[in-house]
């Protein structure tokens, strides 16, 4: 009898399933509802989690910030993970780290899964009685989801399913990047350290001038990248268009920090030590200089002695242990190598690194002296803000030379963050310089100081005014489409896919412009 009871409920019970693929068509599958985690379906039965996820934007995107915001004020005994990451007077590593940072576009692909699974619970709510199968190759989201149901005697099933493989042929670098990643974080990070001393030696090597005092009221962070005139003697910078030369013309003195980038211009440390040294020669009121040039033996030992100190706090926190669930959910599955990576690996050898090598930058600098960068939110911004603030520096400038996306997490904090006043608290530029009214009106909505934020105009489109024209009559075209490629190449690929499957009917009346990044 009990069994016959048993089988009737579970007769009696709503079938979720959820399908994880874009590459296969979901057919022959019974259920309740089907909830599609990737794509759109107008069909009866079927939600998209994508969908539900903008409909419920604000909600979803306000939940995360205050997921990062509790994982960073969770006490672990008598400290929260911010204090027990403190590595400067007024400094937590945890503000560098890949957590805090939220590169969902990027560096952590897997924030995506999070927010899905957020928008999931909230169309979840109350409902009762119900199974769950989960269709997917994602090993991090059904140990997610198994956990969920474990805890809420659910029954679950996770169905392996293999998605499209597109042949590689085999690449020394890729099998070298794959068996670096394999690696335990605490041995990648000092191979790492390494790698970056003698990858960079040709930048090491040119002895950074002494900044006089008199000559530094301004300081440029940015990136050596993307120099189209690398042949010529004067500075030419997407990033930022015509100001080098209007400060030369003003008789203005000026000093640029450089973080090299790889390019297909100057794609080797000695190609861009030589740049460098062009932009030098005959230029008296700039000061062209690779942060690198900085490093000696002493920022070595400091960085060694950091990361020890991140392993031995790492050790103590036990987050494979202790990582706080939220909403029901455990995602410690999907942050677990974020958070190894941020303190005891690469990204924390890389950022660690960085954080000594402004601190020897800006350790005889004027307490006026304005400093502007190019603002993403990127660890090394964090950490050179906590450096202005230990030193005092309060004039600095964060450059948002580029729109700020809504998904794009990097950009945004929980509102309790710009309330704290703790001497730990998230390093801020002293003005946000953004580039347009609708991030204006959006940093404000979430919280964002008025008093620390402004509007500008973005440097590196002001070459299009060449290209304005007054009273033009242009002749009736084709509806034009511009699509901008993407930094990653993957994301640009999901989009020349996504043209690809254009019905041609709508192609034949369509021009299609195509702008590759950047």
């Known amino acids: 009898i009990i069994n016959n009871i048993i089988n009737m409920m579970k007769k009696n019970k709503s079938k ?47 939940e995360y910030l205050d997921l990062i915001y509790k994982i960073g004020k969770f006490k672990i005994g008598k400290k929260s993970v911010i204090e027990s990451l403190k590595i400067r007077d007024n400094f937590s590593a945890w503000w560098f780290g890949l957590i805090s940072e939220k590169s969902n576009f990027s560096k952590s692909i897997y924030i995506n899964d999070v927010i899905k699974i957020l928008t999931f619970q909230k169309w979840l709510n109350k409902k009762r009685n119900f199974t769950l199968t989960l269709y997917s190759e994602n090993l991090n989201l059904s140990r997610c989801f198994k956990a969920y149901c474990k805890k809420n005697n659910i029954d679950f099933e996770f ?39 003698f990858y960079n030696l040709p930048l ?25 005139n690398y042949d010529h003697n004067s500075l030419h910078s997407n990033y930022w268009g015509e100001l080098p030369s209007k400060l030369i013309k003003d008789k203005k003195y000026s000093n640029w ?36 040039s900085f490093l000696d033996l002493r920022i070595i030992f400091r960085v060694i002695s950091d990361l020890l100190f991140l392993n031995l706090q790492i050790y103590k926190i036990k987050f494979h242990k202790n990582f ?19 303190f005891v690996g690469k990204s924390a050898s890389d950022n660690l690194l ?17 400093i502007t960068y190019l603002l993403e939110n990127q660890g090394w911004e964090i950490g050179m803000l906590g450096v202005c603030r230990g030193f005092g520096l309060n004039n600095t400038i964060g450059f948002s030379h580029v729109g700020s996306r809504y998904w794009d997490l990097r950009n945004y904090y929980d509102l309790r ?28 909505k979430l919280g964002y100081p008025k008093s620390e934020i402004g509007l500008v105009e973005a440097l590196r489109h002001l070459y299009l005014r060449k290209n304005l024209t007054a009273n033009v009559n242009f002749p009736k075209i084709k509806k034009s489409l511009i699509v901008l490629g993407d930094y990653e190449n993957s994301n640009t690929k999901c989009q020349l896919s996504i043209l690809n499957k254009l019905p041609k009917n709508l192609l034949k009346n369509l021009e299609i412009i195509y702008k590759p990044h950047p």
């Open 324 to 342: 706080p669930s939220y909403k029901g959910f455990q995602f410690w599955y999907f942050f677990k190598d974020d958070w190894y990576d941020s």
């Open 159 to 197: 169905i392996i399913i293999k998605n499209k493989k597109v042949y590689k042929p085999f690449n020394y670098k890729s099998f070298f990047k794959k068996t670096f990643l394999f690696l335990p974080h605490f041995l990648s990070g000092f191979l790492w350290l390494i790698y970056k001393i």
């Open 16 to 62: 979720l399933v959820i399908w994880d693929s874009n590459d296969i068509h979901y057919t022959k599958i019974s259920y309740t509802k089907l909830i599609l985690w990737k794509g759109f379906s107008n069909e009866k039965d079927v939600i998209s989690i994508l969908k539900l996820t903008e409909k419920w934007s604000d909600s979803i995107r306000d």
């Open 257 to 292: 920090i450089y973080l090299y980038v790889k390019d297909k211009f100057l794609n080797n440390p000695y190609k861009a030590s030589n740049f460098i040294k062009k932009l030098n020669i005959n230029n008296h009121y700039q000061n062209h200089i690779s942060l690198f």
């Open 204 to 228: 090491i090597l040119i002895r950074p001038p002494k900044i006089k005092k008199d000559n530094n009221e301004f300081f440029f962070i940015s990136y050596l990248f993307n120099m189209k």
């Open 417 to 444: 963050e710009f309330s704290n006043k703790s001497f730990l608290r998230l390093p801020r530029p002293g003005i946000l310089a953004v580039n347009n009214k609708n991030n204006l009106v959006e940093f404000l």
């Open 354 to 370: 960085y954080l000594s090598l402004f601190e020897r930058v800006f350790k005889k600098c004027n307490h006026n002296s304005k």
